[in-house]
C-alpha cells in the first residue's frame, strides 16, 4: 500500500474548480516537487491532505486514514504564509509544540534554530517575515512526521538560506517518510527530488521519476517544466 493514495479526488469553490479528478499514489521515502504555475491547485491539494479542507469528491488516504485525527499525529504542514501567533516568543512556540506533537524533537529544533540566528526570547511580532518563515520550517522539520507537506518552503528567503533549508529538509525527514514540496523555483529544488508531479488548472498532467524525465526528456525538470507551462 502507498503512503499516499488518492483517487478522482475533486475540489470546487463554488462555480470554480480547484482539483479536477487528482489520482495519485505516493509511496514512502519520497522527496516529491509538486510543480505547477499559480492558480493550478497546489496548495488547495496539500490543504486537502493535512484536513484543512474537505473534498467534493473523490477520496483520499494517508496510511490508510482519512484526512483527520489520526493522521494529524503522523502529517506536518508547512502553510505558505505564517500561521504562528504574534504573541508568542521562539521559546514559548518550541513548548507548544512539544506539548501538542509527539514526535516534537525539541532538541533538533533548538539546533536548527540557533544555526539560523533566531533569537529564542525574541516574539513573533518582532520578526521580520523571513525570519517568521525561517522559524516555522524549523518547528515543522523538528518533527518525526510520516509525511511533510511543504508549501513554498523556500519563497521568502535569500539564496544561502533557501541552501540551508534544502539541507535542513533533506537531513532531518525520516527516511521512509514522504516529502512533498510545493514551489515555483524549480531550479533551486530539483537535485533534491525523488519524484515530480506537475499540475495544471487542477489536473495532474506529469507524475514520473526524476531520474526517467532527465533521461527519457533529455531534460532537466526546470527545462520541462518551462516547455510545458509555456505562456
Known sequence: MSKIEISGLTRRFGNITALDGVTLNIDEGRIVGLLGPNGSGKTTLLKIMNGLLTPTEGSIRINGFEPGIETHKIVAFLPD?????????????????????????RTRAEAMIDDLGIDRSQELKKMSKGTKEKLQLCLVMARDAEVYLLDEPIGGVDPATRDYILRTIISNYNENAVV???????????????DVIFIREGKIILHEQADTIREEKGANIDQLFREVFRC
Open 180 to 194: 512533498i514540496i510545493s514551489t515555483h523555483l524549480i531550479a533551486d529544488i530539483e537535485s533534491v527530488l525523488d
Open 81 to 105: 504564509r505564517n500561521a504562528l501567533p504574534d504573541y508568542m516568543s521562539t521559546d514559548k512556540l518550541i513548548r507548544l509544540y512539544q506539548d501538542f506533537f509527539e514526535d516534537f524533537d
